[in-house]
């Protein structure tokens, strides 16, 4: 990752919290948002992890902050965890992804989630999340299963099977009840 696209990642997870692209925009989304504070962390220490060991070293602080915010606000989203741009945390309190979990561009992310592995069985393995995905309070995402762009996983849904585009599942475990996608749900979105 070249430090122009690291730039474009944070502009583009600031403007999901405030919708403005400015200076003012950023402080008052890293001083008001704690998903934002600690997406912002979380880039830089991404950032810095395929880097030579003297940048690792100086770039330290970061990591021993992510790892704090890790513990002050309930996420659990490793650096080795592949985040699309635009990614949007609701309100701080438990959010759990399994490091090979892929998540897409423009997601939304609730608390109490669960992005986890299945160990055993035909979907072993970790989820894809496609773009566009609103992902509901209490939701566990287990295994390897896709879900497809512009879904909307509700609340305390338990999804194990693939989730096709455009399409809203709800339940345990989690069935489609509507083609309607996320429209709505997913909002301040940066146009490039």
């Known amino acids: 990752m070249k430090i122009r696209e690291l730039f474009k990642l944070i502009k583009a997870d600031s403007f999901r919290y405030v919708d403005v692209i400015s200076l003012y925009g950023f402080l008052r989304s890293y001083f008001s948002y704690p998903g934002f504070k600690y997406t912002l962390i979380l880039r830089i220490c991404q950032f810095v992890n395929n880097k030579s060991i003297i940048l690792k070293l100086f770039f330290t602080p970061f990591f021993m902050l992510l790892r704090h915010y890790r513990y002050k606000y309930g996420f659990d989203i490793p650096i080795l965890t ?3 741009s635009g990614l ?3 309100h701080f309190g438990c ?3 399994n490091p090979l979990a892929k998540i897409g561009e423009n997601c939304n992310l609730s608390p109490g989630i669960v992005i986890g592995k299945q160990n055993r ?3 072993k393995g970790v989820p894809q999340i496609g773009d566009f995905v609103f992902i509901g309070p209490g939701s566990k995402i287990i295994g390897n299963i896709i879900i497809g762009n512009n879904a909307v996983i509700g ?3 338990v999804v ?3 989730v096709p585009e455009n399409a809203v599942v709800s339940g345990i475990p989690a069935e489609i009840i509507s083609f309607k996608g996320s429209t709505g749900f997913i909002n301040r979105v940066m146009n490039e």
């Open 155 to 157: 609340a305390n849904s």
């Open 88 to 90: 949007f945390i609701s």
């Open 95 to 97: 959010i759990i992804v």
């Open 82 to 84: 592949k985040i699309g």
């Open 121 to 123: 069985g035909k979907t």
């Open 160 to 162: 194990v099977n693939d």
